[in-house]
């Protein structure tokens, strides 16, 4: 999918989550919030690529790019981006541009936020559960910001 024209005034929001089921969906109320706080914000949501998550992320008004799929995690992924270019991940961050990146959790905002990281993005970890989950527990030590 191509992405929008960004302009030099936009401030880019990357919101990552998914690979669990509505790990993303609370991503909608915070987009919500930074719509109305951040002048010109383009919020874009990076995900599983599951139909669900694509249309209520689309159906919100919100841009919604493909970053892995849940089916792809375990440790030949990394070896395999490695071999055949840029990981899903890293080139939906390159294309963003974005100002910060929020992690939601599940197995597509750990790696999203580890890419995040790596570039040297501000990222921000939002755990919406009483217990921390695992993706918050390793992205910890990278975050610039933890949301509780």
């Known amino acids: 999918m191509d992405s929008p024209m960004i302009l030099p005034?936009?401030?880019?929001?990357?919101?990552?989550?998914?690979?669990?089921?509505?790990?993303?969906?609370?991503?909608?109320?915070v987009a919500d919030e930074l719509r109305g706080l951040v002048p010109r914000a383009?919020?874009?949501?990076?995900?599983?690529?599951?139909?669900?998550?694509?249309?209520?992320?689309?159906?919100?008004?919100?841009?919604?790019?493909?970053?892995?799929s849940h089916h792809e995690s375990g440790w030949g992924r990394g070896i395999i981006h490695r071999l055949i270019g840029p990981s899903p991940e890293r080139q939906v961050l390159a294309n963003a541009r974005p100002?910060?990146?929020l992690s939601m959790g599940g197995e597509i905002g750990e790696s999203v936020g580890r890419a995040a990281s790596r570039m040297g993005l501000p990222l921000v970890v939002f755990e919406p559960h009483v217990h921390l989950s695992h993706a918050t527990r390793r992205l910890a030590p990278l975050a610039d910001l933890i949301c509780l």
């Open 9 to 29: 005034s936009t401030t880019n929001i990357v919101i990552a989550g998914g690979g669990a089921s509505d790990v993303l969906l609370p991503g909608l109320a």
């Open 42 to 68: 383009r919020i874009i949501f990076a995900g599983s690529g599951s139909s669900t998550e694509y249309q209520l992320i689309r159906d919100s008004g919100y841009e919604y790019q493909v970053a892995g």
């Open 99 to 101: 100002v910060v990146v």
